[in-house]
Nanobody
Framework: QVQLVESGGGSVQAGGSLRLSCTSS????????MGWFRQAPGKEREGVAT???????TYTDSVKGRFTISQDNAKNGPYLQMNSLEPVDTAMYYC????????????????????WGQGTQVTVSS
């Protein structure tokens, strides 16, 4: 059973930076897709960035040029470097994983994933 634990959330002012980490255990898939999703109050969960075992990466348009996803081999999960944060980035951020390659923009759909962490809160003030 895959377990995911997020860390690194917090409160920052607009323009600031945060780095989120995801530590996984039980991930035995040879090919996998992992990613970061976020959900703001009253809104649907949306895909932020994904990365697969071949290091192919997909970002949602609103974070391109500001966020960077990469694999952290020590934690066996992806980290998300978030720069130039804006109040609209305020949300609970979740790490997710599934078997198989990501497949581009389709990997940003939350329905594709069967393993989720508990989330870490990111709050950006203006």
């Amino acid at each position: 059973q895959v377990q995911l634990v997020e860390s690194g959330g917090g409160s920052v002012q607009a323009g600031g930076s945060l780095r989120l980490s995801c530590t996984s255990s039980g991930l035995t898939y040879t090919r996998y897709c992992m990613g970061w999703f976020r959900q703001a109050p009253g809104k649907e969960r949306e895909g932020v960035a994904t990365i697969d075992s071949d290091s192919r990466i997909t970002y949602t348009d609103s974070v391109k040029g500001r966020f960077t996803i990469s694999q952290d081999n020590a934690k066996n999960g992806p980290y998300l470097q978030m720069n130039s944060l804006e109040p609209v980035d305020t949300a609970m951020y979740y790490c997710a994983a599934r078997w198989g390659m990501c497949g581009g923009v389709y990997s940003l759909r939350s329905i594709e994933y069967n393993s989720w962490g508990q989330g870490t809160q990111v709050t950006v003030s203006s």
